[in-house]
C-alpha cells in the first residue's frame, strides 16, 4: 500500500495568519493518464471528512480560496493563506493512484 | 443534490453482527465504486471495504483487518449500500462512513453511523 506521511500532526495557528501541512506519499501519485491523484479533506469536530482539493490543486465548489493545493510527485502541500475560526479541525491528505486509497496520520489545526 | 445517509449503527456485544445501510440519493449508485471507511474515536481514516459497479461486475473487496467477518452489498434498484458484520471485536467500534469514488477521490461523504462493541 502507498504509505502518506503527514507533517506537522499538530499545528496551533493565530487567526489570520497563514497555516501549511506537508504530505509525502511512499512512490510518485502521477498516474498514467498524466494526472496526479492527491487529495485534501478537512474534518470539522464532529463532522465527516469534505473534501476541499483534489488532483493537488483543484479546490471543490463552496471551499474558500484561502485554501490553496500544490506540489508534485510525492511531495504535496496544503496552504490556508489566513487562519479563521471556521479552519478548525483535522486535515487529512489521501492518496487516490492506488487501491486502497490511503490516508495521512491527519494534522491538528487549531487557534493559538 | 447528492447524499449519502448511513444508518444502523449502535452498541453490540463481542461476536455480535450488525448491518449497516447507506441510502444514496441525487445520483445513480449503479455509476459508482463505493467505499466504506471507519474512523476509531480520537483515531484516523481506515479504509474497510469497496463495491464496484455493473460495468466492473458487482466485485468486492476488503481491508485485511475485515475479510472474511465483514460482507458489501447493494442494491442498485434502492440506491443502496450495505455492510453485513460479523463476528465484531471490540477494535470494530467506529465511526462508519459510505463514500462515493470519483476517479481517485472520495467526492462526497455520509454523516456516518456509530457502531460500538462492547460487552
Known amino acids: ?112 | 443534490e447528492v447524499q449519502l445517509v448511513e444508518s444502523g449503527g449502535g452498541l453490540v456485544q463481542p461476536g455480535g453482527s450488525l448491518r449497516l445501510s447507506c441510502a444514496a440519493s441525487g445520483f445513480s449508485l449503479s455509476d459508482y465504486y463505493m467505499d466504506w471507511v471507519r474512523q476509531a474515536p480520537g483515531k484516523g481514516l481506515e479504509w474497510v471495504g469497496r463495491s464496484r459497479n455493473k460495468p466492473s461486475g458487482y466485485t468486492t473487496d476488503y481491508a485485511a483487518s475485515v475479510k472474511g467477518r465483514f460482507t458489501i452489498s447493494r442494491d442498485d434498484s434502492q440506491n443502496s449500500l450495505y455492510l453485513q458484520m460479523y463476528s465484531l471485536k471490540t477494535e470494530d467500534t467506529a465511526m462508519y462512513f459510505c463514500a462515493r469514488d470519483n476517479t481517485g477521490s472520495y467526492d462526497f461523504w455520509g454523516r456516518g453511523t456509530l457502531v460500538t462493541v462492547s460487552s
Open chain 1, 1 to 112: 500500500d502507498v504509505v502518506m506521511t503527514q507533517s506537522p500532526l499538530s499545528l496551533p495557528v493565530t487567526l489570520g495568519q497563514p497555516a501549511s501541512i506537508s504530505c509525502r506519499s511512499s512512490q510518485s501519485l502521477v498516474y498514467s493518464d498524466g494526472n496526479t491523484y492527491l487529495n485534501w479533506f478537512q474534518q470539522r469536530p464532529g463532522q465527516s471528512p469534505r473534501r476541499l482539493i483534489y488532483k493537488v490543486s483543484n479546490r471543490d465548489s463552496g471551499v474558500p480560496d484561502r485554501f490553496s493545493g500544490s506540489g508534485s510527485g510525492t511531495d504535496f502541500t496544503l496552504k490556508l493563506s489566513r487562519v479563521e475560526a471556521e479552519d478548525v479541525g483535522v486535515y487529512y491528505c489521501m492518496q487516490g493512484i492506488q487501491w486502497p486509497y490511503t490516508f495521512g496520520q491527519g494534522t491538528k489545526l487549531e487557534i493559538k
